[in-house]
């Protein structure tokens, strides 16, 4: 299937439009499936994701990569199915048995949904890492509880930060009467990773077995605060500034092992509560920890960038980039943060260069559709546009971006075709087709 855009130009137009559009000649359904998938991953629309993984999987069943990260997307995002994740985890394990990642990712969804039974079968295929000894140490307390303590204790002996170990066996070491070290690792646990309130329960239950009642209340009154802090609408609301309250409350508690985690927290609630001094002062010198990651300075950098802290936030993308010149999210942040500050010829020349190693980011066509607005090239800002939604078609402000360029150039049918072809029924859309459509 070629670009619809593409229809009907003659040989010269048509080499300036794939020149603006990134558009590839003769590109196939195939292609744009598989382009879409990736972009729906890029903007966290796994729904999206799992339709064109599965239309390319169900075309190309050798397509393995498809078949992998369709298993991924089942079991991520809010309306995921951990049932069609494992299963489909499970197909792609059968070709490809010894992919470590898929197999922790299977056993710890089968787990999860209490399919005992079919996760033993792949134990004999996890490697000897701290991770694989953790799965096995889990997935044993269930059904072979016997061999959960040496599974455990290897998993210590390889690496004891494992994310979860400690905890684990902390219980491990409880069931088996070994009270004092599993006092020990629990507490550990804590420390390390002061958000899971699992953690503080099984404290708090220590501490009261080995007689320490006023310990016991303290883990049990910072199991209660930590807990709040977790919930959301399908449990209760709890506002940021009471969180932010009750880290107040948590923090002398808060072992040096955990205070790395403790306060990225805190500066996620300071900038979603409009205390942006106080965050970008704490992000500040959260950047000089050794635990900071290129994950953080992409989480610093977006929280900065959406609470309109332009310097910290192309501080934090730039080391980025200079790390991973590639890292679409970063180069399409800088993009941004350049059409805000009026710096045209500088945000279209990142998004060139990103277009030439990333032609099918639909992010990027769109930002080059706002720099041709910006310069007043509309028919290269429609280009751009369509190419953007042709790439990500449920992105309704994007499609209204567009139909407002056209309505504006009296097109009203290429409005009406492009509202018609919206994947998913969106009220703005609808409100737009209401008041200048008829």
């Known amino acids: 299937m070629q670009c619809r855009a593409a229809r009907g130009l003659t040989p010269v137009a048509l080499g300036l439009l794939l020149a603006l559009s990134g558009c590839r000649s003769g590109e196939s359904a195939d292609d744009l499936n598989l382009a879409r998938a990736e972009n729906a991953f890029l903007e966290e629309r796994h729904d999206w994701a799992r339709i064109y993984l599965a239309r390319d999987w169900e075309r190309h069943p050798d397509h393995l990569d498809s078949l992998r990260e369709l298993g991924l997307a089942w079991t991520s995002g809010y309306q995921q199915s951990l049932t069609e994740g494992a299963a489909t985890f499970a197909r792609y394990l059968e070709r490809v048995p010894d992919d470590q990642e898929i197999l922790l990712r299977l056993l710890s969804t089968q787990q999860l949904i209490g399919q005992w039974d079919e996760a033993r079968r792949w134990i004999d295929h996890l490697d000897e890492s701290a991770a694989a000894h953790l799965a096995r140490a889990r997935l044993f307390l269930e059904i072979e509880p016997e061999a959960a303590r040496p599974a455990i204790e290897r998993a210590l002996a390889l690496d004891p930060t494992t994310p979860g170990a400690q905890l684990l ?197 769109f930002l080059r559709g706002r720099v041709a607005v910006a310069q007043d090239q509309e028919p290269a800002a429609i280009v751009a546009y369509r190419r953007a939604i042709e790439l990500a078609p449920w992105e309704a402000n994007w499609r209204l971006t567009l139909a ?7 097109d009203l049918d290429s409005v009406r075709r492009l509202l018609d072809e919206a994947p998913e029924a969106n009220p703005r859309i609808e409100a737009f087709a209401d008041r200048w459509l008829g």
């Open 169 to 365: 066996a902390a219980e491990i070491f409880e069931r088996d009467g070994a009270t004092a070290t599993a006092l020990e690792l629990a507490a550990a646990a804590v420390a390390t990773n002061p958000f899971d309130y699992q953690g503080w329960y099984l404290l708090g239950r220590l501490r009261r077995v080995t007689g320490d009642r006023e310990g016991a209340r303290q883990a049990l009154e910072v199991q209660g605060k930590v807990r709040r802090l977790q919930e959301d609408g399908t449990m209760a609301t709890v506002a940021d500034s009471e969180k932010l309250k009750l880290l107040r409350q948590i923090e002398p508690w808060i072992a040096p092992s955990g205070r790395y985690r403790f306060e990225r927290r805190r500066a996620e609630l300071l900038f979603s509560t409009g205390d942006t001094a106080a965050a970008v002062a704490l992000v500040q010198r959260l950047l000089a920890e050794p635990e900071i990651d290129l994950a953080d300075r992409l989480r610093y950098g977006k929280w900065a960038e959406e609470a309109g802290r332009r310097a910290l936030a192309r501080q934090l993308f730039d080391q980025i980039l200079s790390e991973n010149p590639d890292h679409r999210g970063a180069l399409s942040s800088v993009a941004i943060l350049h059409l805000q500050s009026g710096e045209l010829a500088a945000a279209r020349a990142l998004i060139e260069s990103g277009l030439e190693r990333h032609p099918t980011y639909a992010r990027l066509h």
């Open 404 to 410: 407002e360029i056209l309505r504006r150039q009296g």
